[in-house]
């Protein structure tokens, strides 16, 4: 079974410019979350995509960071303006349940190998 | 507030030696609770995860953890380091309700020497 997979793996650019990341999820799972990694910290959840819809994006900083789940699919997140900050791993993960209620229990995450985007 | 505390940004170990991760939550109601290691230039992998029942979890790679609700903590140990065993290790918590999100503590990098 194929893994979650991302690209680019590395991306380096200037401040004030743009980039995007892509994912795409393991087959059939209907939850996809971005991480934010910074060098010395854990993981940090940005945005969680069930299915098409936003179930959670309360760490995700709108006025300069945007994602998009398209056909409930692959996603892609983007930075616009790149800030210094911004330096880190982007990592994606997946889980296979869907639906948009609350629930207990847990369903696990695979995660992608990363994109680490180094900001000049 | 809720959170997870890993003591020890870095621990070193001889190979053969007893390797101890510790972390810790806060959070009246018991969470659920997960070990993810994470190789260089890798994702995460999942080593083990505690949802309910016995309080002794074994995962991959020989690694266990036990979860003690009296003291907050979900330590990770093996008996016998490998040098295979070097790597970064996070302890992370998904809280009751929600959607399944997890958070991780700062993680813990082991080093195994000969």
């Known amino acids: 079974e194929a893994g979650v997979a991302q690209s680019p793996r590395y991306k380096i650019i200037e401040k004030r410019q743009s980039v995007a990341f892509w994912c795409n999820p393991i087959?059939?799972?209907?939850?996809l979350y971005w991480y934010q990694q910074i060098l010395g910290q854990g993981p940090k959840l940005l945005i969680q995509f069930q299915n098409n819809g936003v179930v959670d994006d309360s760490q995700l900083p709108k006025d300069r960071f945007s994602a998009e789940r398209l056909k409930g699919v692959d996603s892609t997140l983007k930075i616009q303006p790149a800030k210094l900050e911004d330096s880190a791993v982007y990592l994606c993960?997946?889980?296979?349940?869907?639906?948009?209620?609350?629930?207990?229990?847990?369903?696990?995450?695979?995660f992608g190998p990363g994109t680490r985007l180094t900001v000049l | 507030a809720q959170s997870v505390t890993q003591l020890g940004s870095h621990v070193s170990v001889s190979e053969g030696a007893l390797v101890l991760l510790r972390c810790n939550y806060s959070?009246?109601?018991?969470?659920?609770l997960f070990w993810y290691v994470q190789y260089p230039n890798q994702g995460l992998q999942l080593l083990l995860k505690y949802t309910t029942g016995a309080t002794l979890v074994k995962g991959i790679n020989g690694f266990e953890a036990e979860f003690k609700k009296s003291e907050t903590s979900f330590h990770l140990t093996k008996p016998s380091a490998h040098m295979s065993d070097a790597a970064e290790y996070f302890c992370a918590v998904r809280f009751s309700g929600g959607y399944n999100k997890l958070i991780f503590g700062a993680g813990t990098r082991l080093a195994v020497h000969p």
């Open positions: 087959s059939g799972h209907a939850t």
């Open positions: 993960a997946s889980s296979s349940r869907g639906g948009t209620i609350p629930f207990e229990g847990t369903d696990t995450q695979y």
């Open positions: 959070s009246s109601v018991p969470p659920y």
